[in-house]
């Protein structure tokens, strides 16, 4: 017998029913992806037209029932005002955690609080800000900007945690190359880390904003929902969650094929907004 | 009152910027390099530590202007964490200090009234590792310092190619500035790194083993450029390679265990040491 030819049989059935069992695994992982995809797609795309998009819903009893021009505009709207408190805030938190706290216990204490937040289930939020914000009748009742507080707050975790890991990731010479060309420490924070980190924290900001945009728990109680297009945040306003929300619930068959449009539309947006996440980290990788 | 770092004394924070004039870089250049008298540097019983761990035991040491010193000695010796105190890069890493004398232009640079962002001004560091910043192009990592310290943007490009020039850069980079640092051979960037040192016009460099990461061929370049600084600045190597030291160096000191075991011109280090372990050393029966 060769040296080379001494796995066994025994071996060699193994490795091939290991192989097909992994197989199996990531198929079986797959099908309920693909089930929900297929099934928006089928069920929305007859929903999809020209005047889909570009009409608000009537909130007529008969007839026609419109699109979701403002459910599209608004969810834009509140989560693009979410995502201007989150990220910099956010970014801010992990500058402290990886460049300036550090070890402190200060740093410990801000980090284990922040993953606390993560793991706070999202109708928290809403119920936090409708008791805060909308109950205590600050600046009127409910409103676009709540809900956005209320999905900032969703955010903020997610945009510090990855912050913090792209910061992790800045080569610590990088910092001693600024520090010895006598930069103090905010102009190598500003000049060097950041600028190197930035693909990073555009991957990590843009996640959070994918994950706020399907979020509709916090919103209930804070926008509550309206049915034309507004462009003021202290106004009521209309979300894609939102109008797949009330849609669903009602027994027309035109409605519910509107949910489904609306669904299709948003899975599209956060499919479009992960994409571009996954071309700023690429770029970061290349160098 | 000492010309350099008096300017740092009332006001540790506006000092920075008063430091190195472009105007006063300019009018050193114009001396020829027989008048061209630099600042050197003297150490008084420097101890650094890094938290309890005592990594430099004391040394008095004198480095005189525009004279090159090599630092020798085995791995751990010190001599790294030495250098590294001369511009204050040291404390730099968490649970590292420092204390004794750095006196430097007739002020020791651990006064507590000495801002270090002024002293990196003035004393210069090149690293092991070539460090250029690699969001930046080659332009901008000749500038870095420069920026960081206000100089008018119209005067950069001038002081670019200078800087360029002296560190033998130029031309193999003038068709290429915008180009991203990161394109550049090893030893390219190591000589970007010292462009963009002696771009500050320092009045000390401080070189870390500067030549370690490279090929011979690129080492020669910079062993060339090293000896054609020392008529402008006062340099000081750290470097494993005693070949190095006896072909660059005009004064040698030798560390061994935290401590200076001897200090001369390079030849008599190297032929006739007064102590037997330096004897040892630089006859290869240790380290």
């Given at each position: 017998?060769?040296?080379?030819?001494?796995?066994?049989?025994?071996?060699?059935?193994?490795?091939?029913?290991?192989?097909?069992?992994?197989?199996?695994?990531?198929?079986?992982?797959?099908?309920?992806?693909?089930?929900?995809?297929?099934?928006?797609?089928?069920?929305?795309?007859?929903?999809?037209?020209?005047?889909?998009?570009?009409?608000?819903?009537?909130?007529?009893?008969?007839?026609?029932?419109?699109?979701?021009k403002s459910a599209i505009l608004g969810t834009l709207e509140i989560v693009g005002l979410a995502a201007a408190i989150a990220v910099p805030i956010g970014i801010a938190l992990a500058v402290y955690l990886n460049e300036i706290g550090r070890k402190s216990r200060l740093a410990s204490l801000v980090r284990y609080f922040v993953d606390v937040l993560t793991g706070v289930p999202s109708i928290v939020f809403g119920l936090f800000i409708y008791t805060v914000l909308v109950v205590s009748g600050l600046f009127g009742g409910f409103a676009a900007w709540k809900g956005s507080v209320a999905l900032a707050l969703l955010m903020l975790p997610v945009v510090t945690r990855a912050s913090e890991v792209s910061l992790t990731l800045v080569p610590d010479n990088l910092r001693e190359a600024a520090l010895a060309l006598g930069a103090?420490?905010?102009?190598?924070?500003?000049?060097?880390?950041?600028?190197?980190?930035?693909?990073?924290?555009?991957?990590?900001?843009?996640?959070?904003?994918?994950?706020?945009?399907?979020?509709?728990?916090?919103?209930?109680?804070?926008?509550?929902?309206?049915?034309?297009?507004?462009?003021?945040?202290?106004?009521?306003?209309?979300?894609?969650?939102l109008q797949i929300f009330n849609d669903v619930r009602e027994p027309n068959p035109q409605l519910v094929t509107r949910a489904w449009g609306a669904a299709l539309t948003l899975i599209t947006i956060i499919l479009l907004i992960n994409i571009v996440a996954r071309l700023a980290a690429r770029r970061s990788n290349l160098r | 009152m000492s010309p350099v770092l008096s300017a740092s004394r009332p006001t540790a924070k506006s000092s920075a910027r008063q430091i190195k004039k472009p105007a006063q870089a300019a009018a050193r250049k114009n001396?020829?390099?027989?008048?061209?008298?630099?600042?050197?540097?003297?150490?008084?019983?420097?101890?650094?530590?890094?938290?309890?761990?005592?990594?430099?035991?004391?040394?008095?040491?004198?480095?005189?202007?525009?004279?090159?010193?090599?630092?020798?000695?085995?791995?751990?010796?010190?001599?790294?964490?030495?250098?590294?105190?001369?511009?204050?890069?040291?404390?730099?890493?968490?649970?590292?200090?420092?204390?004794?004398q750095v006196i430097f232009d007739k002020l020791n640079i651990y006064n507590p009234e000495i801002d270090p962002v002024a002293v990196r001004r003035t004393i210069g560091m090149v690293f092991q590792k070539?460090?250029?910043?690699?969001?930046?192009?080659?332009?901008?990592?000749?500038?870095?310092?420069?920026?960081?310290?206000?100089?008018?943007?119209?005067?950069?490009?001038?002081?670019?190619?200078?800087?360029?020039?002296d560190a033998g850069l130029w031309d193999e980079v003038k068709h290429r500035l915008n180009k991203h640092a990161g394109?550049?051979?090893?030893?390219?960037?190591?000589?970007?790194?010292?462009?963009?040192?002696?771009?500050?016009?320092?009045?000390?460099?401080?070189?870390?083993?500067?030549?370690?990461?490279?090929?011979?061929?690129?080492t020669l370049r910079i062993e060339e450029l090293i000896v054609k600084l020392k008529t402008r600045f006062t340099v000081i190597l750290v470097t494993h390679n005693l070949p190095q030291a006896t072909r660059v160096a005009d004064r040698t000191a030798f560390m061994l265990d935290g401590k200076l075991v001897e200090a001369g011109p390079t030849r008599r280090i190297f032929t006739a040491p007064d102590d037997a372990r330096t004897k040892q050393y630089v006859t290869g029966k240790f380290g």
């Open positions: 017998m060769n040296a080379l030819a001494t796995v066994s049989i025994r071996r060699h059935r193994t490795d091939k029913f290991m192989r097909w069992a992994f197989l199996a695994g990531l198929l079986l992982a797959f099908i309920p992806l693909v089930l929900v995809l297929l099934f928006v797609i089928i069920r929305g795309a007859g929903a999809l037209s020209l005047s889909f998009f570009t009409t608000d819903p009537t909130g007529a009893f008969f007839g026609d029932q419109g699109g979701i103090p420490r905010w102009r190598m924070i500003t000049s060097v880390v950041l600028p190197t980190a930035l693909p990073g924290l555009l991957t990590g900001s843009l996640l959070a904003i994918a994950r706020a945009s399907g979020e509709t728990a916090p919103l209930l109680f804070t926008v509550l929902g309206a049915q034309a297009t507004t462009f003021s945040l202290g106004a009521q306003m209309n979300s894609l969650p | 001396k020829s390099p027989a008048t061209d008298k630099g600042l050197g540097v003297r150490i008084r019983s420097l101890r650094a530590f890094y938290d309890d761990v005592e990594a430099v035991k004391g040394v008095d040491l004198d480095f005189p202007a525009n004279q090159i010193t090599a630092i020798i000695g085995p791995s751990g010796c010190g001599k790294s964490t030495l250098v590294r105190c001369i511009n204050r890069m040291h404390e730099e890493i968490a649970g590292a200090h420092a204390h004794g070539p460090n250029p910043f690699p969001t930046m192009s080659i332009i901008d990592n000749v500038t870095a310092g420069l920026r960081l310290s206000g100089v008018k943007r119209d005067k950069l490009s001038e002081l670019a190619e200078n800087a360029l020039r394109g550049l051979s090893g030893g390219q960037q190591q000589r970007l790194c010292i462009a963009r040192m002696i771009a500050l016009e320092p009045e000390v460099l401080l070189m870390d083993e500067p030549c370690s990461a490279l090929d011979p061929q690129s």
